[in-house]
């Protein structure tokens, strides 16, 4: 296959086929039904954002399973019967999960899935929408009922620990599974991550700032297996650029003012400051505690205007652009245009701002009806090295199962219009080879 089916691929042109949003005629748990189209939706109570994969819980255990039930094969919608070309997506998201934040997430992706289908072109492709209820024993079901339905691909689940119970359906009948977790442990075998891991954040993050000159790194973050994760991976990617940790700062992860640790972890990096080395510090927080913690490591001494402040995608929310402490400090992002361009398409259609995972179910069930678009779609096609180019910017899955994407690279700037700039912009190209 040549390379310049995929380097089409931009926003404007990704789509190649129309969904059909269809329920499934199948027993317990029951599909989603189809979603209404230029309505508002109501928010669920409860805060939104990210998901981190140290949350992620499976309320119910797999011998908990005794249900029998039967799914009709090869599910297609009465107006397509007949067409050969047809691909089938399953998708599955905890719609029903006890969380309010999660059901307002996969509400979110489930209507960015509905606007990929306003704005595409064709009619040979169908969406298999699944409720998994957040459990592992519903997402084993749920596989293998869109299995029997004949789906080829499956986008989903959203968390980390369902993966692998979906993975012993969906491997007998070689169906691959592009998941929205971001946790990296689970990719591989017939499985992509459509989310960048928080490692890969902290690399590109790191990279940059070891470019401009950075030579001392520290890190302060919760004591959580999260934490843990990124302090681990910006070792390591601060060790490959060259330069040195000087501190790693950890708080009790349910803390709300992380006082004491913020004076002792502000010694080491004011001292290193003041001795006139080049210091950049990451903290993986955002929303509000981060808006707490950042002006403690000022309080004691942090010099923001000296030292740089380095975050991670959580960063990028205007909320946290406003805090003082955070001028000047840099994070990585998808680019602002095609965002920008997504987010107030996704506002005029559903009249609310889309959820933070809204725009990688795009990209995820974009890049589905593209490859599909000749009634086939393939691993390899799936894994083209050219890459793909969507809302949130280039990205190709690599071999591994874990998705490499082109970032920016944000400046926090309250003189800029939007309180934050551009100071690196994506890549339009991938240079080197795939992993």
Not at 4 to 23: M, T
Not at 36 to 59: F, H, L, N, Q, W
Not at 327 to 339: D, K, L
Request: proline share 7%; net charge negative; hydrophobic share 40%.
């Amino acid at each position: 296959m040549s390379a310049s089916r995929f380097k089409r691929l931009a926003p404007s042109l990704f789509f190649a086929a129309v969904l059909s949003v269809a329920g499934c005629t199948t027993t317990s748990p029951g599909p989603v039904g189809p979603i209404s189209s230029g309505k508002p939706r109501v928010d669920p109570t409860g805060e939104t954002g990210p998901i981190d994969p140290s949350t992620e819980v499976a309320e119910e255990d797999l011998e908990d399973l005794e249900e029998e039930y039967s799914a009709p094969v090869d599910y297609t919608p009465p107006h397509l019967e007949g067409r050969e070309d047809l691909v089938r997506a399953g998708v599955m998201l905890p719609f029903s999960d006890r969380r309010a934040n999660v059901r307002t997430q996969t509400e979110g992706m489930l209507a960015a899935i509905e606007l990929a289908l306003f704005d595409s072109v064709g009619d040979n492709f169908v969406i298999l929408p699944k409720d998994t209820r957040g459990s592992q024993a519903t997402a084993l079901q749920v596989a293998d009922e869109l299995v029997a339905n004949g789906a080829d691909i499956v986008l989903g689940p959203l968390f980390g620990a369902n993966v692998d119970p979906v993975r012993t359906i969906t491997a007998i009948e070689g169906v691959p599974i592009v998941s929205f977790s971001n946790d990296s442990s689970v990719a591989g075998g017939g499985t992509w991550l459509a989310s960048i891991a928080p490692e890969a954040e902290v690399a590109e993050i790191i990279r940059y700032a070891s470019l401009q000159g950075y030579d001392d790194f520290a890190f302060f973050g919760p004591q959580s297996a999260l934490g843990q994760k990124i302090e681990r991976a910006m070792q390591i990617e601060v060790a490959q650029s060259g330069g040195r940790m000087i501190a790693s700062g950890f708080y009790p992860a349910d803390s709300v003012n992380p006082n004491f640790e913020a004076e002792y972890f502000a010694t080491s990096v004011a001292a290193a400051a003041e001795a006139g080395r080049r210091v950049a510090v990451l903290v993986p927080e955002r929303g509000n505690r981060l808006r707490r913690i950042a002006p403690l490591l000022a309080y004691h001494g942090v010099d923001t205007r000296v030292v740089r402040m380095l975050g991670v995608g959580g960063w990028n929310d205007p909320a946290v652009w406003r805090e003082p402490s955070l001028n000047g400090a840099w994070f990585p992002a998808p680019p602002m245009i095609e965002m920008d361009d997504f987010s107030n398409r996704y506002s005029r259609q559903y009249g609310r701002s889309p959820t933070s995972l809204a725009a990688l179910a795009y990209d995820a069930a974009a890049l589905a009806m593209a490859l599909g678009r000749d009634g086939d779609l393939t691993v390899e096609e799936l894994t083209h090295p050219d890459g793909f180019a969507g809302v949130n910017g280039l990205f190709r899955f690599r071999s591994d199962g874990l998705v490499e994407r082109s970032l920016a690279i944000m400046e926090i700037d309250p003189r800029a219009e939007e309180g934050v700039r551009e100071v690196r912009p994506v890549a339009d190209s991938f240079v080197t080879p795939v992993g």
